[in-house]
C-alpha cells in the first residue's frame, strides 16, 4: 500500500518503455531529486530571497543522503519532495497570504499521502504548526493570520486521496486498516522504542558541513524573526523532532529535512559570500564569473594532468572490473577515477581558496569536491559493497537449480536482511 505514487510511476514507465529494470525502478527517485532541486530554488525564493534560495538549491548535490536517496528504488526521495513542497508552499501561503500556495499545499500533500500513507499531511501539518503555533504565542492571538481559502484546499486534498483509498478499502477491507494504517502507521510511532540516539550519527555525517550551516543559520532565523527564514527554521527542527519523537527509526526518514537544511544553509551562505543579495540571478552569474576568473594559474596544467590520469585509469578499471560482477564496468571505472581527480583538483582549488580568504572560492570548490566524490568513488565503492554483501547471488544459484513449476519465497530474518530464510513451496 505504501507507495502507491512511486509504484504508480514505475508501471507506467515499464509499460511506456516496454521494459523493466532498474532505470525503471530507480527513475522515479531521480525525478524527484530533480523537482526537489527545483523547489527549493523557486519555492525557496519566495521565503528567503533568490539568491539564498539557489545557494541552497547548490548544495543538495553536495548532500549525501539527496545523492544516495535519489538513485534508489525506494519511495523514499518521492515522499521526501512531495513533504516538502507541501512545507515550503504552506509557508508560502502562511507568510505572505497567497490563496493559490494553500491549494498547492493540499495537492503536495495528497500526493505525499499516496507516496507513504498519513504520514504525507500529518509531517507538512506539524511543521507548519508548530510555526502558527509560535507566532501565535508572540503575539497572544491568531488575529496575525490571513484569509485562506482552507475549503477549496480541503476538497483539493480530498480528490486527491480519497479515490485511491476508498477503491484500496474495497479490495482490501479491514485489512488495509490494520495493515496500513495500525500496523505501518500508528504501530511504528507508537511502538517499540529504538534508542534515541540512532538519529545522531546519520544527521551528523550524511548531511555535512550543511547541516552545521543550517543551525547557525536557524539559530540566528529565531533570533532576527525574519518570517521566511523562521518558518523555515522552525519547520527543519520540527520535522527533526517528529521523527526522533517516533518509535521506529531509519536514516531516510530524515529526507525531508534535507531541502529545509539546504535553504537554512542558503540562508548562511548568503549572508556571509559578497555581493549584492537582493540582485539574485544575475548576482549570482556574475559571482561564478568572478570566481573562475580567480581560479590560480595552475588549474590548467593541473586539469590536463587529471584528466589524462583519468583517461588511463578508466581503460584500465575497465579491464579490471569487466571480470567481476559490477553491473556497469565503464560507469565503475570512469566515475571512480574521474571523480576522485576532479576531488583531488577541488581539494587543491578549496586549499588555495582558505588561503587566500577567497569565500566564492571556497564554497564553489567545496561543491566541486563534494558532488564528485559521492557521484564517483563513493558511488562505486557503495556499489561494490552491494556486490560483496549481498545474499543475491547464493539466491540465484538456489534458484537455478529449482525443477521446473516450482518456486523459493525468500524473507530476510529481522533487522539483518542477509540473513535469509528460503521458504520451498512444491
Not at 7 to 27: I, K, N
Not at 74 to 93: H, Q
Amino acid at each position: 500500500m505504501r507507495g502507491a505514487l512511486a509504484s504508480g510511476r514505475v508501471l507506467a514507465g515499464s509499460e511506456l518503455s516496454r521494459r523493466f529494470d532498474e532505470w525503471t525502478l530507480r527513475s522515479p527517485s531521480a525525478i524527484a531529486g530533480v523537482l526537489m532541486t527545483l523547489a527549493v530554488a523557486v519555492l525557496g525564493a519566495r521565503l528567503i530571497g533568490e539568491r539564498a534560495a539557489l545557494l541552497g538549491a547548490a548544495t543538495l548535490p553536495a548532500t549525501w543522503q539527496f545523492v544516495q536517496q535519489a538513485t534508489y528504488g525506494r519511495v523514499d526521495m518521492v515522499f521526501a519532495t512531495c513533504a516538502a513542497c507541501a512545507i515550503l508552499l504552506a509557508g508560502v501561503a502562511l507568510t505572505s497570504g497567497a490563496r493559490a500556495a494553500l491549494v498547492g499545499t493540499a495537492a503536495f500533500a495528497g500526493l505525499a499521502v499516496l507516496a507513504k500513507g498519513p504520514l504525507g499531511l500529518v509531517l507538512p501539518g506539524f511543521a507548519a504548526g508548530c510555526w502558527v503555533a509560535l507566532r501565535s504565542l508572540r503575539a497572544r492571538s491568531l488575529g496575525w493570520l490571513q484569509p485562506l481559502p482552507w475549503l477549496a484546499a480541503s476538497a483539493v486534498l480530498v480528490s486527491i486521496v480519497v479515490p485511491w483509498y476508498g477503491a484500496a478499502l474495497l479490495k482490501g477491507g479491514m485489512a488495509l486498516v490494520r495493515s496500513h494504517f495500525l500496523t505501518e502507521n500508528v504501530g511504528q510511532f507508537f511502538g517499540e522504542p529504538m534508542p534515541l540516539t540512532f538519529y545522531v550519527t546519520p544527521w551528523l555525517a550524511d548531511s555535512f558541513p550543511w547541516n552545521l550551516a543550517a543551525a547557525a543559520s536557524a539559530w540566528q532565523a529565531l533570533r532576527r524573526r525574519r518570517p521566511g527564514a523562521e518558518f523555515l527554521a522552525v519547520a527543519w527542527i520540527a520535522v527533526l523532532a517528529f521523527f526522533e519523537i517516533a518509535s521506529y527509526k531509519r536514516r531516510a526518514y530524515l529526507l525531508p529535512a534535507i531541502p529545509l537544511a539546504a535553504m537554512l544553509a542558503g540562508v548562511w551562505l548568503d549572508d556571509r559570500l559578497p555581493g549584492p543579495a537582493s540582485r539574485g540571478t544575475e548576482a549570482l552569474s556574475t559571482a561564478i564569473g568572478r570566481t573562475l576568473a580567480r581560479l590560480p594559474g595552475w588549474s590548467a596544467p593541473a586539469a590536463a594532468v587529471c584528466l589524462g590520469i583519468a583517461t588511463v585509469g578508466t581503460l584500465a578499471a575497465l579491464v579490471t572490473f569487466s571480470g567481476t560482477r559490477f553491473p556497469d564496468p565503464l560507469y565503475a571505472g570512469a566515475a571512480t577515477i574521474v571523480g576522485a581527480a576532479a576531488t583531488l583538483l577541488a581539494a587543491a582549488w578549496l586549499v588555495h581558496a582558505v588561503r587566500t580568504g577567497d569565500r566564492w572560492l571556497t564554497f564553489a570548490a567545496l561543491l566541486v569536491a563534494l558532488s564528485a566524490a559521492y557521484a564517483g568513488p563513493v558511488r562505486t565503492a557503495q556499489i561494490g559493497e552491494a556486490l560483496t554483501s549481498s545474499p543475491k547471488p547464493f539466491v540465484d544459484r538456489v534458484v537455478a537449480t529449482l525443477p521446473p513449476g516450482e518456486v523459493v519465497s525468500v524473507r530476510g530474518l529481522g533487522d539483518d536482511p542477509s540473513l535469509l530464510l528460503l521458504l520451498y513451496f512444491p
